[in-house]
């Protein structure tokens, strides 16, 4: 078990937890001794997390749930509960991304993203309210440096992660009588990650955008689970509200180097 943690007993929800920097939460707060739960639309990738979870921690469930679907989320949060009590701590971090310009994207594809990492957003926060923890829990979004820097190719994702970061503050406000802390993490350029992949295709790219980071290098999954475990424990106690970069500096940066044409 992670030293610099201890988890046992208590509960961990991970919206999009089957893959990626989510994932690699996941399995932190496992590590740690927690009891998790994760959801994710895909099936296989569900099987394959639990898979992987089940080897760490002694208490995983997992389901089939797409954020944009409200019943779904509830059942899994209620089903997460009845498993095992209260929950602690709930990462929200399912996104969905595509690299295009406004004008090559329809109406469709803008609103899927939207869809999916500010609704999708909204939905876990909203349903999960009343299986937290009161006084006690914390909610950690998953933001990204699209919410504060302008990227071509992103109208999509900027606009909705930006409206993550702001309901992140508006949510702080409102549950603080609650005892519910609400914080985002903003990763910047983390290796292995599907989205990095999309945003930086080619060795040249991906060579552009770790010269733009002040540090050097993309950073680990596990960077950006230690924050997350961080922010979920007493250590944190009065931090709510807050947008914190995992990025090596590269948002200061203006994320210098990522090979993003403006026309494809």
Known sequence: MDQAFDFS??????AGGTSGINLGIAEAFATAGASIAVI????QRLDQALTRLRGIGKSVTGFSADVRDPPAVA???????????????????AAGNFPSPALGMS??????VVDIDLIGTFNVL??????LRKPGASIINISAPQAVIPMAQQAHVCAAKAGV?????VL???????????????PGPIEGTEGMTRLAPTPEAAHNVARGVP??????????????MFLASPRAGYITGAIIPVDGGWSANGAGGLAMPVKP
């Open 107 to 112: 109406p469709n594809g803008f609103k899927a």
């Open 215 to 228: 540090l050097g290098r993309f950073g680990g999954k596990q960077e950006v689970a230690d924050l997350a």
């Open 40 to 43: 994710g639309r895909s099936q």
């Open 165 to 169: 970061d702001m309901l992140t503050r």
């Open 75 to 93: 059942a899994a949060l209620k089903a997460t509960h009845e498993a095992f009590g209260a929950i602690d701590v709930v990462v929200s971090g």
């Open 9 to 14: 007993g208590q509960t961990v929800f991970v």
């Open 126 to 131: 909203r349903l999960a309210h009343e299986f």
């Open 172 to 186: 702080a406000i409102e549950w603080g009588g609650d005892g519910i802390r609400v914080n985002s993490i903003m």
